[in-house]
């Protein structure tokens, strides 16, 4: 194992940029105890969390306004695409530092009727500082909003982690009055980290993904309005 890499995460974070991730960051998986995985103990053995994002366009999801769209239905795809391709390349450079990476799928489900994946990238990213958990339950970045998909590579390489950051939401409603189905109940999420159903109606939020694929023909199940709405990550225009 060569030492000198793991002192700093840059030159992780410089080769995952190359790739075409827009954000990096490294999570302390102790953070997550509690957290629901699949399989129950797959975060041991693995005491850091790569969290990387990359961007969506702001062309496709400005008009995600009250339905997806045949372009963002595209998009999700080749931007998941996108992500599992880092995460496999990060994985390669972590396993070529002499360290073990186990990549997580960008959009896998492993429980099809409670909707759980083996590991939220939220929970990730969040503990990594790239953002905060918005009323939407989605992850707000600074610079992009919640205009960013996620994955996450777990390691066993002593990466400096990073610190959360603070909930930023304060008395905004875009979310909460944009959502066509009436399932953001604009619960704080600023003191403490919501539930799932504390802050959203998932059967209400479901149905209204379901009725999407129905009447636009667009699979998968998609929405986007509440990632469309959020102030964050707009770019500021004056006159
Ligand atoms: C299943 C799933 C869904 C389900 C359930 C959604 C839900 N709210 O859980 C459905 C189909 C409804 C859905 C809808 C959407 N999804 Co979705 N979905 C997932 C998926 C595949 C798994 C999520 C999961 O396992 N949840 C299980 C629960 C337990 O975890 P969680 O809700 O993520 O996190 C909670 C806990 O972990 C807890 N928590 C946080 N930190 C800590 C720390 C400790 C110690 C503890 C105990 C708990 C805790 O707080 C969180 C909130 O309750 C993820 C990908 C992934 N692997 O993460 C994408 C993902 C969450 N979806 C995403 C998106 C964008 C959407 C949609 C906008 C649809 C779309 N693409 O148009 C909507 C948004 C709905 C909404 N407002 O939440 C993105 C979110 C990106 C972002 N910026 O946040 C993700 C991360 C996919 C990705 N690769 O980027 N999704
Ligand atoms: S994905 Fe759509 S239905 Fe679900 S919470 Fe967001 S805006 Fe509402
Ligand atoms: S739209 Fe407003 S309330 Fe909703 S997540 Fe974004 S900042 Fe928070």
């Known amino acids: 194992m060569h030492d000198s890499h793991l002192s700093t995460a840059k030159p992780l974070f410089h080769a995952a940029r190359d790739w075409g991730a827009d954000l990096a960051a490294v999570a302390d998986t102790s953070r997550l105890a509690g957290i629901e995985t699949d399989p129950p103990d797959l975060l041991q053995g693995y005491p850091r969390a790569v969290s990387l994002a990359v961007r969506l366009s702001d062309g496709i999801m400005d008009p995600v306004t009250e339905r997806p769209t045949p372009l963002y ?30 990549p997580i799928p960008a959009s896998h489900i492993m429980d099809e009727e409670r ?47 990073n610190a959360p950051l603070k909930n930023r939401c304060g008395k905004c409603t875009h ?3 944009a959502c066509p189905a009436g399932a953001i109940k604009n619960a704080s999420t600023d003191l403490h980290f919501a539930a799932r159903q504390e802050a959203v109606d998932l059967d209400a939020c479901v149905r209204q993904l379901r009725r999407n694929e129905q009447d636009t023909h667009i699979p998968p199940y998609l929405c986007g309005v509440c990632v469309s709405a959020c102030p964050w990550g707009k770019p500021k225009r004056s006159g």
Request: net charge positive; with cysteine.
């Open 73 to 102: 239905a595209r998009h999700y795809q080749n931007v998941n695409a996108l992500l599992d391709h880092i995460a496999t390349r990060v994985s390669g450079l972590l396993q070529s530092w002499g360290g073990k990476a186990l």
């Open 115 to 161: 909707f759980v994946a083996s590991l939220s990238h939220k929970a990730v990213a969040l503990h990594a500082g790239l953002g905060w958990q918005g009323k939407s339950l989605l992850l707000i970045t600074p610079r992009f909003g919640p205009k960013v998909r996620l994955v996450t590579v777990l390691t066993d390489l002593p990466l400096p982690a």
């Open 175 to 177: 979310c909460v009055e």
